[in-house]
């Protein structure tokens, strides 16, 4: 089985609230997105890596890559103007039987992230798998006015991560019937959606997402 691994790159960073694309803040030695491109380039099962950029700051990547040391194929791809474009631009430039999806904004990766997850869609006759955590507090789900509608049993609710493991061919088979993208956030939805198979294993608390400023701090903590 061949496996691509796909690092998105191309987001706004809205929430980041600078001005700057937050996958290029420099975390320890080296920007934020290429923790995750190193893990993939270190990773015996992965095949080739694409790497989804805005067109004006795919430069930045270029120059990245070419003075690292990589055993690996590199693709840049051009994203769009949501995860979802994004996602689909990427699935159109491989052809591997298994595609692995990056957050680039998750420097904490593991390389037994990617193992367990390839490890488990092979063996489990599932669609989809990703990382994810239990939650640690309980969730309420409210309406559009924050009035609570129910609450979710917290020993089932967990906090879904990336990166997370796709049977390539299926998911963009999933892609091409989807319509409403709006309620789409991450791309297990979109196989659960088809009634595929998805199943969550065991990620790391640590394994944050820089979203907002203070998450930087906290990732540096971690690293250091």
Do not use: H
Request: charged content about 20%; some cysteine.
């Amino acid at each position: 089985m061949t496996t691509t691994g796909i690092i998105l790159v191309a987001g706004n960073s809205t929430r980041y609230r600078k001005n700057i694309n937050k996958n290029f803040e420099i975390l320890g030695t080296k920007m934020v997105f290429e923790y995750s491109l190193d893990a993939f380039n270190e990773n015996a099962n992965i095949n080739n890596i694409i790497i989804v950029a805005k067109k004006e700051e795919s430069n930045i990547i270029e120059n990245i890559i070419k003075n690292k040391i990589l055993n690996k194929n590199i693709k840049i791809v051009i994203g769009g103007n949501s995860r979802i474009e994004s996602v689909c631009n990427a699935l159109n430039q491989t052809t591997s039987d298994l595609v692995i999806i990056q957050d680039g904004a998750r420097p904490l990766i593991k390389q037994s992230f990617i193992n367990n997850l390839l490890e488990t869609i092979l063996l489990d006759n599932v669609s989809g798998v990703s990382v994810a955590v239990k939650s640690k507090d309980t969730i309420k789900i409210t309406n559009n006015n924050n009035f609570v509608l129910s609450t979710t049993n917290r020993k089932a609710s967990w906090i879904v991560q990336t990166p997370q493991c796709f049977n390539r061919k299926i998911l963009a088979d999933c892609y091409k019937k989807l319509s409403n993208i709006d309620s789409i956030t991450d791309d297990c939805t979109i196989l659960e959606n088809n009634n595929y198979k998805v199943k969550l294993i065991e990620g790391d608390y640590t394994n944050i997402k820089i979203t907002t400023p203070e998450d930087i701090y906290i990732v540096s903590n971690f690293i250091k």
